[in-house]
């Protein structure tokens, strides 16, 4: 069964830091790989995704992940956080036509 | 990218009665959308997966006669919470896959925000 671990519930960085967020990932084929954002009381945003190729994948707001299959990791990064990056972040893994098992999610403070 | 609008954003309803909330693909089709509910500072659970003009295949533990789930068209899915009660009070979130683009990204409805009085 697919399934997907964020171990870090909450992350405060302070504005202009570097932010990683962990995930990892359980899946018995090559997965699709997702990372979301959300903000309160919103939908999901797709941040970025990967399907095959590149294990470096760009996303938007300056984001990048890594897929690292030996780890089994998706983690997402970013050199210099915002203020307005504080959302809550989710992990995510699927396959085509199937559905999308979620991690717990990351809160991410923004410290000034 | 693809749009997927759901709707009402929000409602407030009393004890004992039922709610629609809409999930429709904008400027595509969607052979599948997938409904979630999301409790305060919580991950998305999969309630269902809806598929055109058939039966939603619901998750362990979802009762599906309360949560009637129809999905007449390509681009539009329902889901429907029957004698509503105030433990049904969530925020519930559709998803559709384009099925132009080999149906490999979901998109995501705004989500809607359910209270129950």
């Known amino acids: 069964a697919q399934s997907v671990t964020q171990p870090d519930i909450h992350i405060t960085v302070s504005e202009g830091a570097s932010l990683e967020l962990r995930c990892n990932y359980s899946?018995?084929?090559?997965?699709?790989l997702f990372w979301y954002v959300q903000s309160p009381g919103q939908g999901l945003q797709l941040l970025l995704k990967y399907f095959s190729g590149d294990t470096l994948v760009q996303g938007i707001k300056g984001f990048e992940a890594e897929f690292k299959r030996s780890q089994s990791s998706f983690n997402l990064r970013k050199p210099s956080v915002h203020w307005s990056d504080a959302a809550e972040y989710f992990c995510?893994?699927?396959?085509?036509?199937?559905?999308?098992?979620f991690g717990a999610g990351t809160r991410l403070t923004v410290k000034p | 990218g693809a749009v997927v609008s759901q709707h009402p954003s929000w409602v407030i309803c009393k004890s004992g009665t039922s709610v629609k909330i809409e999930c429709r693909s904008l400027?595509?089709?969607?052979?599948?959308m997938f409904w979630y509910r999301q409790f305060p500072k919580q991950s998305l659970m999969l309630m269902a997966t809806?598929?055109?003009?058939?039966?939603?295949?619901?998750e362990q533990g979802v009762e599906k006669d309360k949560f009637l789930i129809n999905h007449a068209s390509l681009t539009l899915s329902t889901l429907t919470v029957t004698s509503a009660h105030p433990e049904d009070s969530s925020f519930y979130i559709c998803?559709?896959?384009?099925?132009?683009?080999?149906?490999?990204?979901?998109?995501f409805g705004q989500g809607t925000r359910l209270t129950v009085v």
């Open positions: 809806s598929n055109e003009g058939s039966k939603a295949t619901y």
């Open positions: 400027d595509f089709q969607a052979t599948t």
């Open positions: 998803s559709a896959r384009d099925k132009s683009q080999g149906n490999t990204e979901a998109f």
């Open positions: 899946y018995g084929a090559t997965p699709y």
């Open positions: 995510a893994v699927g396959a085509r036509s199937n559905d999308m098992r």
